[in-house]
């Protein structure tokens, strides 16, 4: 009887013995696909990609807010357009002062101020039509024509600088809104803190976020906008001054032609 039990409990250990040593096996090789599958995708996984600059404007422009952001957004569009046009206009008024005091000063003397007046009708630009004013009026003698020239120079000086005080206006606005929205934002985290009546980070983060958003996005804008306003300006006063110059010029010139 006892050989029996002996057996049986042997055969017993090594019935176990194999049961385990062969689930261990079929763990181990289990462990070994895994490791293999993970180095697999590891190796065929794509890179994140890296989001680019537009991507990542667009995405924090919405997370700023439709409200304040979409304001901030009108400022800068209608700021540009604004610039914009200004810009073509100035351009196109921008003209030869030089060769065109040569033109009218030679046509004077071939062909009188008709001949001259036709040059400066043909000729864009406000220093032109000064020229034609100043002409048109000098048969009256060289004081009404220096009185047209004064005064048809103020009209063109607000020709040139119309619109311009907008494109200000929306620099100053444009950050503005965008502190408006820093406090806002602030409020609106505090308000969170209030009714959860705990300090977590999580609560004001949001808020937070917006809060230098907007001011972030205002102050961009304004950036942008104050560059064309300072080109605009400065290509004014380019302007004006070649519209003072040439005006003395042409009183200096009808002064010889009527000696």
């Known amino acids: 009887m006892k050989k029996i039990l002996s057996l049986t409990f042997i055969f017993s250990f090594l019935f176990f013995y194999q049961i385990n040593f062969a689930q261990e096996q079929e763990m181990e090789q289990e462990m070994e696909v895994v490791e293999a599958t993970e180095i697999q995708e590891a190796e065929v996984a794509p890179e994140p990609q890296s989001i680019g600059f537009t991507q990542e404007l667009k995405n924090r422009f919405i997370e700023g807010g439709p409200g304040f952001m979409g304001i901030v957004l009108a400022c800068l569009i209608l700021g540009l357009a604004i610039a914009i046009e200004r810009i073509i206009y100035l351009n196109f008024a921008t003209t030869n002062t030089e060769k065109l005091i040569s033109d009218v000063e030679g046509a004077l003397k071939s062909g009188g101020a008709d001949a001259a007046k036709e040059i400066c ?5 406000p220093v032109a039509s000064i020229f034609y004013q100043g002409l048109d009026r000098a048969g009256e003698g060289v004081e009404s024509a220096e009185k047209a020239v004064i005064a ?3 009209v063109q000086m607000g020709q040139l600088e119309k619109n311009v005080s907008w494109i200000s206006l929306f620099i ?3 950050p503005m ?3 408006m929205g820093t406090v806002i934002g602030m409020i609106q ?7 959860a009546g705990d300090m977590q ?12 958003l907007t001011t972030v996005f205002g102050l961009i804008v304004a950036i942008i906008l104050q560059i064309f306003y300072n080109y605009i300006v400065s290509k004014i006063d380019s302007i004006v001054n ?8 042409l ?3 009808l002064v010889s032609y009527k000696k």
């Open 152 to 154: 048809y120079g103020g």
């Open 172 to 174: 100053a606005l444009a």
């Open 177 to 179: 809104l965008g502190f």
């Open 242 to 249: 070649d519209m003072e110059d040439s005006s003395i010029t």
């Open 251 to 253: 009183i200096d010139i």
């Open 189 to 195: 985290a505090f308000d969170k803190i209030q009714a």
């Open 121 to 125: 009708r043909n000729t864009p630009g």
């Open 201 to 212: 980070p999580s609560l004001v983060a949001g808020g937070i976020k917006v809060a230098l």
